[in-house]
């Protein structure tokens, strides 16, 4: 298995531009997370999904944030407009429908380093 | 409502020394509990989690950590750091039986490993 699959890795773009972030899955995992690590907040999870539907996001901080996950195997996190405050590693995570045994957690995807300038 | 408490932010340790990083829980329930490690610009994984049984865990790499109930801690140890051991360590909880494995982190420890 590829594990977690996040594009870019690395994106710069300049306050008031549109940021797409991507998220595959891990195959048959029912659940999505996206997180944002940051020095100053640590790690926020921002929302998540249940077999494509968004149950919480809570923790998204503003309007300018949304998420899709339009299928089993895509997810999308948009900044529209970008602020330099949004700068930040954002995770995608995903795991399985409930605790299967003692191998079930969240698996990780690499990040994608967001900077705004 | 749960949360995580990781009481160092930094920890330098010498190469072959012990180290301990330390995490207490709050929950008004039963919560499993976990320790993920993060490398320089890396993605989170998994050291090693309690759900049930036996009090110590063994994880990956050599990491041990003991869930002491009573004192709602759940530090992790090592008896004998590398450098490649430096690295950012996130404690973490989950509701038993949480929808996703929904998980609240602790804001890290970062291990300075120093030859």
């Known amino acids: 298995d590829a594990g977690v699959i996040q594009s870019p890795r690395h994106e710069v773009t300049e306050m008031g531009q549109e940021v797409t972030l991507r998220c595959k899955p891990i195959s048959g995992h029912d659940y999505l997370f996206w997180y944002r690590q940051t020095m100053m907040r640590g790690l926020e999870l921002l929302i998540y999904?249940?077999?494509?539907?968004?149950?919480?996001d809570s923790g998204m901080p503003e309007d300018r944030f949304s998420a899709k996950m339009p299928n089993a195997s895509f997810s999308t996190l948009k900044i529209q407009p970008s602020e330099p405050r949004d700068s930040a590693v954002y995770f995608c995570?995903?795991?399985?429908?409930?605790?299967?045994?003692?191998?079930?957690?969240?698996?990780f995807g690499p990040g994608t380093r967001l900077t705004v300038l | 409502a749960q949360s995580v408490t990781q009481l160092d932010s930094q920890v330098p340790v010498f190469e072959e020394a012990p180290v301990e990083l330390r995490c207490n829980y709050s929950s008004s329930v039963s919560v499993y509990l976990f320790w993920y490690v993060q490398y320089p610009n890396q993605g989170l994984q998994l050291l090693l989690k309690y759900l049930s049984g036996s009090t110590l865990v063994k994880g990956i790499n050599g990491f041990e950590a003991e869930f002491n109930k009573s004192q709602t801690s759940f530090h992790l140890r090592k008896p004998s750091v590398h450098i490649s051991d430096t690295a950012e360590y996130f404690c973490?909880?989950?509701?038993?039986?949480?929808?996703?494995?929904?998980?609240?982190f602790g804001g890290g420890t970062r291990v300075l490993v120093k030859p």
């Open positions: 995570a995903s795991s399985p429908r409930l605790w299967q045994g003692s191998t079930d957690t969240q698996y």
């Open positions: 999904f249940n077999n494509n539907v968004p149950i919480d």
């Open positions: 973490a909880v989950s509701l038993i039986k949480a929808a996703g494995n929904k998980l609240t």
